[in-house]
């Protein structure tokens, strides 16, 4: 018999998952991995589909929940003669737990109250059910046997009755008040069952610190919508394949759109679109690491393959090939056919991608600071894909099986693409055709306004030619396309309600996509509208809108795909990172806007200008201090700790880090505690010149940033009363601002370019901090917080040398120099104007330095005409750079 979807949850352990019922059966599991054959999949076919389930013999009630905060599941059964809690989970591979090399399942049983008689039923149908198994006993150890998928489950009981049906075993046994069992199923053939305790308090402490390890302004506090985000948060972590980084977009095959349909998809892979939908949703609340590690993986990915277009998705290993393959032998859920494994959707053209990837890149450059060198080529390649394709048709968003068509929103990504690229490429200084970007960018926005909107409608319309909508158009302004106030995004927004809302919930289209059958309303859709209607400041039809949608949410928090609006059933794969990251998005929308108004309540008081007026030194690192600094890694340490505190805190919508919420923040106190520990640091433990400019480099950067958020600057630093010589860190027993540590230290005791005397006095112990050797890159690695700065990054003394070549070369090809060729003139920085001495002698000298690290054509044109050059200088911006704003 079949249970609805919504009486299931999942455990996993980023690497395989497991669907468990409220009533205590494992209805479907893949094993050793996400996308692995199933050895449970009763769902799929429930008298040939195989489970495991531990329940009472009698009649009983059962309830489901999950430790808080955890993926471990915990389903209570009553009776009318005693009261247990069963604990399912996959242990986490960690050096801490198991090993990476045991995949298994964990069931741990303990009475509450009286007693009670339990069956246990095991019956494995490994290969998606084409097998059954050949069960041996020995002991308390049971084998079952297959070619290729062998599994050996143990268990703690004294006293039990067991029978072998067919490959099926079925144990009775009983437990009193206090008593416990456990049992541990294992993928493999594994004998040393010593090593198989349970580790269940382990992985309730590993989910915990891995949920509230994070940053953020929406981080510590959601308000009423805390419980659900949590749960929406560590089901994401469930889907993502450890060993790559790569994100699942479910964990499910086949679970119908429509039942008795024929829309059942295999899920079990990464799409591009979905894993970065995913990194915003993790960003937004301040998980920042598996970000990295997916746009790394894609990288590698990509590189591997050496193909000319980039697909719409591959297997969580990076594989290309998704062979689609029907299961004929399988009834389907609720006799749902065809069970598909593999996705045909592989071979589709979906321009849409494109933008996906290149937004997901630029949250990583705001968020991190920076961008990997190395990456550059990828996401330059990404963007010529868009630049090529955008005028040519394809299946869409959608996946759509009758195309394809010139769908706006893949257009509209396709400039997405292009925009993110030119923004990256100026904030580098990477190469790239970026007039050409330019100019194809207001092209497609051209053609998108002249083909893809409806003027009766007064609304963007799902493809050219056609009057009809389609829920994704609800992207529009939060891809920034256009603005959210744009009348014609009001337009499609109430358009969309009209058209596409029944029963409260949002259809994708109405349209014709190939396919026999329809599919219900689609969850993600309602977030997106939410989204929309929270940053149009519509908040009340927002929130209104979110406790509707909280309907299709389950008795644990979990969505599926999709939601029959008629039967209140859940429908699609299941739990479904889509709707997840959607009821993400959704919420911190809400919470922004909320914190939009109070922003703009908050004045600044007498005190904080009377502050920024009177120009009195300050250390910002007088705290207490509950750290000893012993080596140079602190420097290390405060500017890991600061990025990613600038990054959690960067809001997107607001297009700067929210500075006030950073410095409430538990985390924003252990930065200021560990730069207290500066106090005990000896700057003569640095030993070389490497070590002290890595050290004083990133001093410097972080001391900037930190007077940033301590003066609350808005604007510019310029709005401090000699910031640079009035803010400073205690190192050791002395205090250094930055002008110190530039002019004193890096340059050598150098004078200031506005004063004559050199910073450091004859008698300054100071003196011995200083560099041995003067070197002029370092210009490119101070950050002045204005948008004329070079961009922040983490100098390390073992890298540093190719590092600040690095600097250099993207400050003086990012904008740092200009040259007008018919004009014989160059135009620089006015870096150069001030630390002219820094660089050369004379003219000749200043040249040849810029010709070193210019491009080509560059450096030829300023070898070449050397002699009647004329330098102009470029007006210094002192606003804040987008790194910081």
């Known amino acids: 018999m079949y249970l609805d979807i919504s009486e299931y949850g999942l455990i996993g352990d980023m690497h395989s998952a497991a669907l468990v019922s409220k009533n205590g059966s494992i209805d479907y599991c893949s094993m050793p991995s996400l996308d692995s054959p199933t050895i449970f999949a009763s769902l799929l076919d429930d008298e040939k589909g195989g489970y495991f389930s531990i329940q009472p013999k009698g009649t009983f009630t059962s309830s489901q929940s999950y430790v808080d905060d955890t993926n471990v599941l915990a389903c209570k059964f009553t009776t009318d003669t005693g009261e247990a809690v069963l604990y399912d989970f996959i242990p986490v591979a960690t050096e801490h737990l198991v090993t990476p090399k045991e995949h298994r399942i964990d069931r741990c049983l303990e009475m509450r109250k009286g007693s009670i008689e339990f069956r246990l039923v095991f019956a494995p149908r490994p290969n998606y059910a084409s097998t059954i198994p050949v ?25 039990s009755t067991q029978e072998n049906d067919n490959g099926s075993v079925v144990i009775d046994f009983s437990l009193a008040v206090e008593e416990s069992a456990r049992f541990t199923l294992v993928y493999g053939d594994y004998t040393d069952t010593d090593t198989l305790s349970s580790k269940l308090q382990e992985n309730i402490d590993f989910w915990k610190n891995w949920l509230h390890n994070c940053l953020g302004e929406h981080c510590a506090f959601l308000g009423e919508y805390t419980a659900l985000v949590n749960r929406s948060l560590l089901a994401l972590k469930l889907l993502t394949f450890h060993p790559t980084g790569a994100i699942a977009a479910a964990a499910t095959t086949s679970l119908p759109e429509t039942i008795g349909g024929e829309r059942n998809w295999d899920y079990r892979f990464t799409w591009l679109r979905d894993a970065s939908f995913t990194l915003k949703a993790l960003f ?149 055709p970026v007039n050409d970007w330019i100019e194809e960018r207001e092209a497609i926005k051209k053609d998108i306004f002249e083909k893809g909107f409806d003027k009766k409608k007064q609304s963007f319309v799902q493809r050219y030619g056609s009057q009809e909508l389609d829920a994704c158009l609800l992207l529009l302004p939060l891809v920034n396309f256009l603005p959210i106030e744009d009348e014609r995004v009001q337009g499609t927004i109430n358009a969309c309600i009209a058209e596409l809302m029944h029963n409260g919930f949002m259809s994708r289209y109405k349209t014709d996509d190939g396919l026999n059958g329809k599919d219900g309303e689609f969850v993600l859709c309602n977030f997106w509208l939410i989204e929309c209607l929270a940053r149009s400041n519509r908040i009340e039809e927002a929130e209104q809108l979110m406790k509707e949608t909280l309907r299709s949410a389950n008795h644990l928090g979990l969505f599926s795909e999709e939601f029959d609006s008629n039967t209140n059933e859940m429908l699609g794969n299941f739990p479904q990172a889509f709707s997840h990251i959607g009821y993400i998005n959704a919420v911190v929308a809400i919470l922004s806007s909320r914190g939009r108004s109070f922003e703009k309540e908050v004045q600044t008081t007498l005190v904080d200008r009377l502050r920024k007026l009177i120009p009195l030194q300050t250390a910002l690192n007088d705290g207490s201090q509950t750290i000893t600094a012993t080596d140079a890694e602190i420097a290390a340490r405060l500017k890991q700790l600061l990025g990613r505190l600038q990054g959690a805190f960067f809001n997107i919508s607001m297009g700067r880090v929210n500075y006030r919420a950073m410095k409430q923040s538990e985390r924003f106190r252990e930065y200021l505690q560990l730069a207290a520990s500066l106090k005990s640091f000896n700057p003569e433990s640095l030993g070389n010149d490497n070590e002290k400019k890595a050290f004083w480099i990133n001093i410097y950067n972080i001391l900037i940033i930190h007077g940033v958020i301590e003066f609350d600057i808005k604007n510019s630093v310029l709005e401090i009363i000699n910031f640079f010589g009035r803010i400073g860190y205690t190192i050791g027993k002395t205090f250094f601002t930055p002008d110190d540590i530039e002019h004193g230290i890096l340059r050598k005791n150098r004078p200031h370019p506005a004063f004559p005397l050199r910073p450091f006095s004859p008698f300054d112990s100071r003196l011995a901090f200083m560099v041995e050797t003067f070197d002029p890159r370092i210009h490119f690695a101070l950050v002045c917080a204005s948008s004329s700065c070079p961009p922040i990054e983490f100098y390390d003394p073992e890298y540093i040398d190719e590092q600040l070549d690095i600097a250099t070369r993207s400050f003086i090809n990012r904008g740092g120099l200009e040259t007008d060729n018919a004009g014989n003139t160059v135009r620089l920085s006015e870096i150069f104007k001030w630390y002219e001495r820094d660089f050369g002698n004379n003219k000749e000298e200043l040249l040849n330095y810029l010709a070193r690290y210019a491009d080509e054509g560059t450096a030829e044109f300023l070898i070449s005409n050397q002699g009647k050059l004329k330098i102009e200088y470029l007006p210094y911006n002192w606003n804040l750079n987008s790194t910081l704003e």
């Open 284 to 432: 937004s609340l301040g998980h920042i690491m598996e970000a990295d590690s997916f746009i790394h993986w894609l990288h590698s990915t990509y590189r591997r393959h050496e193909s000319e277009n980039i697909q719409i998705m591959y297997s969580i290993r990076g594989e290309e090939t998704l062979r689609e393959k029907e299961l004929d032998h399988l009834k389907g859920y609720k006799n749902s056919k065809p069970v598909r494994i593999g996705n045909l959707a592989h071979r589709q053209n979906q321009w849409d991608i494109y933008g996906e990837v290149m937004d997901a890149a630029l949250r990583l450059s705001d968020y991190a600071g920076k961008i990997d060198e190395e990456l550059w080529p990828f996401f330059r390649d990404i963007c010529n894909m868009a630049l090529n394709n955008w005028q040519k048709p394809d299946e869409g968003i959608w996946e759509v099986r009758n195309g394809p068509y010139h769908f706006v929103y893949s257009k509209v990504m396709c400039w997405v693409a292009l925009d993110r690229g030119i923004i990256i490429a100026k904030r580098y200084g990477f190469d790239a």
């Open 135 to 159: 069960i041996t006993f020995q002991g308390n150890t049971i084998k079952a046997s297959s070619h290729e998928h062998p599994l050996t489950l143990t268990h703690s009981l004294q006293e």
